[in-house]
């Protein structure tokens, strides 16, 4: 973990950690502020995060009680 003012001072050595694949956590006043994290992985998480989300029309026809709704709709 760094505070600010050293990750700052040293702020290759953060990226270079984090592309080896050690996200960097970064504090600020002593308190979690940041993570930094390669590219690649910033990409995996997003892409991980958009293929466990359905369509907003899918939550909504998920709620219960609606079912009357839904096969009205479809």
Same mark, same amino acid.
């Given at each position: 973990?760094?505070?600010?003012?050293?990750?700052?001072?040293?702020?290759? +050595? %953060? @990226?270079?950690?984090?592309? /080896?694949?050690?996200?960097?956590? $970064?504090?600020?006043? !002593?308190?979690? +502020? %940041? @993570?930094?994290?390669?590219? /690649?992985?910033?990409?995996?998480? $997003?892409?991980?995060? !958009?293929?466990?989300?359905?369509?907003?029309?899918?939550?909504?026809?998920?709620?219960?009680?609606?079912?009357?709704?839904?096969?009205?709709?479809?």
């Amino acid at each position: 973990m760094w505070s600010l003012q050293d990750a700052k001072n040293r702020f290759s +050595a %953060v @990226v270079d950690a984090a592309i /080896a694949g050690a996200p960097q956590e $970064v504090t600020r006043r !002593g308190k979690p +502020a %940041v @993570v930094v994290l390669s590219a /690649a992985e910033y990409a995996r998480l $997003v892409a991980a995060a !958009g293929a466990e989300r359905g369509s907003f029309a899918e939550h909504l026809l998920g709620f219960p009680g609606l079912e009357d709704e839904r096969d009205r709709l479809r």
